[in-house]
């Protein structure tokens, strides 16, 4: 089993920028394909990075050159830093994860969720 909590989320003006955490506990997180989603009021959870147990990287359109998604393995982290932010990414910002080396973009294919952290950002 593995337990997952973010951190990091907040309300900030268009252009600025927030770093989210999530730290797992029960299991090393590294091992794991670890990615954040996000949901939108009236919208349904959307992928935006993921980071392999090999540190690949995969990013939504919308967010590319603007996030990047690290891992701390001797912290068991895993960090989405957001710059450039937008009023469009307003959103719960959730972290995932699952076992085994292939990263997918589909929430149902992910079985470990953090309780997600409220990102708002004012134009």
């Known amino acids: 089993q593995v337990q997952l909590v973010e951190s990091g989320g907040g309300l900030v003006q268009a252009g600025g920028s927030l770093r989210l955490s999530c730290a797992a506990s029960g299991r090393t997180f590294g091992n794991y394909a670890r990615v954040w989603f996000r949901q939108a009021p009236g919208k349904e959870r959307e992928f935006v990075a993921a980071i392999s147990w090999s540190d690949t990287t995969v990013y939504a359109n919308s967010v590319k050159g603007r996030f990047t998604i690290s891992g701390d393995s001797a912290k068991n982290t895993v960090y989405l830093q957001m710059n450039s932010l937008k009023p469009e990414d307003t959103a719960v910002y959730y972290c995932?994860?699952?076992?085994?080396?292939?990263?997918?973009?589909?929430?149902?294919?992910?079985?470990?969720w953090g309780q997600g952290t409220q990102v708002t950002v004012s134009s």
């Open positions: 995932a994860a699952k076992t085994g080396r292939i990263i997918t973009t589909t929430p149902d294919e992910y079985n470990y």
